[in-house]
DNA sequence: TGAACATATGAACAGTTGTTCATATGTTCA
DNA sequence: TGAACATATGAACAACTGTTCATATGTTCA
């Protein structure tokens, strides 16, 4: 039933296995699943960011508390905590001029632990 | 049994709540640790890469399949999948010169799916 | 009200990163 | 062996990103 599959020209390659690629493309999630998945990700995938979700999952905390736990300026915890907020990491509370910040959800922990577990196998 | 602290030189703010620093800074785990956390998540933060690990959680696939799947360049296909090996995603296996990539473990899956929990909420 | 302070934000700059292009490597098969 | 093909890789370029600097916003309190 499976033919040898004609060259694609987007590609410059033949296409090797025609049927595992078709099965596969209907299992793929959307184009904007994919896309915001890895953007979550992304924003993850920084130092900065991964040591403020750390610290805040350990307890709540202000930017100053934060800026000089980690030895950075206010400006740039400020920055960073802009993103996580975006993406739904972290929640913050007002208090007067002060502003706490803490982990969105129990699911921020979950993948920050999951992340752990990979690295130390 | 709480003073007002100091004023720290290196932020351009007041520490506010010292004792909370203090006790957050002895749960964090080390410098390195958390880097090569955010360098694990760097790599699942790009599109590219998504899509790949996704199709292989699928089915075992060759470059080829791959790049025609994603509609990319052969080597734009090659340099991502480097990456993802480097950081222990997929692995590989060589059948005369054809190359078939699959994911690592199992803990990939877990990660993707993580992910996509905290998306879809 | 105005000084002091906690936080937010816009612009700019340097460092990083993904893709492309050209080409190399390594395998098969006639 | 040499042509054909699957894959890998180095260099270069454009796009993106994190920090810094300057400054704005908003709150407290004397």
């Known amino acids: 039933m499976s033919h040898i599959s004609p060259p ?3 590609c410059d390659c033949e296409v090797i296995h025609q049927d595992v690629v ?3 493309r209907s299992t793929l999630p959307s ?6 998945l890895a953007e979550l990700y992304k924003v993850f995938g920084d130092s900065t960011r991964i040591k403020i979700l750390w610290s805040l999952d350990a307890a ?4 100053c508390d934060i800026a000089v736990l980690l030895n950075m300026t206010q400006s740039s915890i400020s920055h960073q905590l802009r993103i996580l907020k975006q993406a739904h990491l972290v929640k913050n509370r007002k208090e007067g001029k002060i502003v706490f910040y ?3 959800d129990e699911h921020v922990r979950q993948i920050l632990d999951q992340g752990m577990i990979h690295l130390t196998e």
Chains 1, 2 share one sequence.
């Open 31 to 36: 184009e904007e699943s994919l896309y915001d």
């Open 8 to 10: 694609i020209e987007r």
């Open 60 to 63: 709540e905390m202000c930017v």
């Open 102 to 104: 803490s982990l969105d």
């Open 22 to 24: 078709n099965q596969v």
